[in-house]
């Protein structure tokens, strides 16, 4: 696969008189945590395909409420810049920015509401991307790839993302990957397991979540066994430029979370694409808040 690009990239058709709008969770915890969102947002922004690029978050300001506030265009497009349909995507984001269907009218705005970027299509080739960069030149053959996620019995949407990325995986013709496997932080498959569950001298572990925080820089490396206990701020860790690690009679590379990469940009204008393509025969459906 040619580096730089997406297996499922889309054309995407500018809006000029339109404003995206970038949903993320954000963290009253890790200060880092709402980077990527602002990374994504700006890179759209340079682009010059929207009228206005803004971000905003459930934990951190600007918060989801305020959010259309900002915005002067009266045609807006909302991407969850999160991993899974869920708890978030289906209740929470809806009722604070009071939408009632794919596309509402509120607040004299059209409000477009696209599905999360981690469920679409592309997510698979960053995915590879992604370990051809932290495992340069190890033979697919002799690895076993692990999507981790942070897994919960609330909402069994939370899983399908990725399990559907591996069973992409598994299925492309040039794939040459051992083994692939989704594990959780949570529930079973567990990530502490993986020197159980690989057979290959060589593990590849992606991250699937949208920013570098506590899970990647701290909880994952400790289930792993590189890290023994709490220490630097996540901001000051160095986990993922000292690959590889040598544990368990194994050589592991382990990866920052798939949402770091610069081409999430991508992703989330194939999600606006996949949006105007799905709802194109059924522009009557508007919902009035």
Known sequence: MPQGKLICAMTFSPKPHAALLIVGHGSTENPDSSTPYFDHAREIEKRGVFAE??????????????ALYMIDAEEVYIVPDFISEGYFTQEVIPRELELTGPTTRVHKKTIHYCDPVGIHPSMTSLILQRTAEVAPGVPQEESTLFIVGHGTGLNKNSTKA??????????????QFADVQDTYMEEAPFIADWGKIAKTPNVIVVPFFIADGLHSYQDIPMMLGFEKDE??????????RNNPYHLQNKTLYYSAAIGTEPLMADVILDQISSFDAAQSDHSE???YA
Do not use: Y
Request: with cysteine; charged share 30%; aromatic share 8%.
């Open 53 to 66: 690029v803004h971000c905003c978050f459930w934990k951190e300001e600007p918060s989801m409420r305020e």
């Open 162 to 175: 990725i399990r559907d990325q591996v069973e992409l995986i598994r299925t492309l013709p040039d794939c």
């Open 231 to 240: 220490g630097l701020a996540a901001s000051q860790k160095d986990v993922f």
């Open 285 to 287: 459906n508007v919902a």
